[in-house]
Nanobody, 121 residues
Framework: QVQLAESGGGLVQAGGSLRLSCAAS????????MGWFRQAPGKEREFVAA????????DYADSVKGRFTISRDNIKNTVYLQMNNLRPQDTAVYYC??????????????WGQGTQVTVSS
């Protein structure tokens, strides 16, 4: 089992940047892929970005392509989400999640507690 803990959320003006971090423990970090999701008030949770075990393969939701970058540090057991040019519609609770396999297929089985991102206009 893996434990995940997000940090780095906060309040930022539109056009600004934030970097989210997700620290993982409990299992060999480089053995599984990771993802970021978000959930805005009154909406369902949606996919944001994913990264495979090595960082060599990534995937993004269309709404964040060109603005967000997912990366990972397998020495620090941490996955990051760099968010640039933030928009008010990016406001949500952001969650990191772990897959049970190293590539970008299959579902997610472990979730963090989430970190709030609020973008003001």
């Amino acid at each position: 089992q893996v434990q995940l803990a997000e940090s780095g959320g906060g309040l930022v003006q539109a056009g600004g940047s934030l970097r989210l971090s997700c620290a993982a423990s409990g299992r060999t970090f480089s053995s599984y892929a990771m993802g970021w999701f978000r959930q805005a008030p009154g909406k369902e949770r949606e996919f944001v970005a994913a990264i495979n075990w090595s960082g060599g393969n990534t995937d993004y939701a269309d709404s964040v392509k060109g603005r967000f970058t997912i990366s990972r540090d397998n020495i620090k057991n941490t996955v990051y989400l760099q968010m640039n040019n933030l928009r008010p519609q990016d406001t949500a609770v952001y969650y990191c999640a772990a897959r049970n396999r190293p590539d970008l297929s299959g579902g997610y089985y472990a979730w963090g507690q989430g970190t709030q991102v609020t973008v003001s206009s």
